[in-house]
């Protein structure tokens, strides 16, 4: 079992930056592939950001322009998100989760169903 714990949400304003983090217990993430995704009030969940753990290969939704950058701490166990430039869209309650390797070479890292492990979340709002 691996149990994921997101802080670093906040309120601020459109251009800030924001910087998430993934705390993750139970296992290492050495085995695992680690993502971000986001959900806004009436809307489906969207992937963000991913990375490959053990190699450190990373993969990001093409509508954030290279905004966000997904990164990893092996000593803390821990998945930051940083997100710079951000928008009101940005505004969602973002979670990380982890699943297991192989979907990069899939291609199906961006689907909610290839991750077991779900963090809580943590709320973003951007004001304009």
């Known amino acids: 079992q691996v149990q994921l714990v997101e802080s670093g949400g906040g309120l601020v304003q459109a251009g800030d930056s924001l910087r998430l983090s993934c705390a993750a217990s139970?296992?290492?993430?050495?085995?695992?592939?680690v993502c971000w995704f986001r959900q806004a009030p009436g809307k489906e969940r969207e992937f963000v950001a991913a990375v490959d753990w053990r190699v450190g290969i990373t993969r990001y939704a093409d509508s954030l322009n290279g905004r966000f950058t997904i990164s990893r701490d092996n000593a803390r166990n821990t998945v930051y998100l940083q997100m710079n430039g951000l928008k009101p869209e940005d505004t969602a309650d973002y979670h990380c989760?982890?699943?297991?390797?192989?979907?990069?070479?899939?291609?199906?890292?961006?689907?909610?169903?290839?991750?077991?492990?779900w963090g809580q979340g943590t709320q973003v709002t951007v004001s304009s």
């Open positions: 989760a982890a699943g297991p390797r192989g979907t990069f070479a899939t291609n199906t890292y961006y689907l909610a169903s290839s991750y077991d492990y």
């Open positions: 139970g296992r290492t993430l050495r085995s695992y592939i």
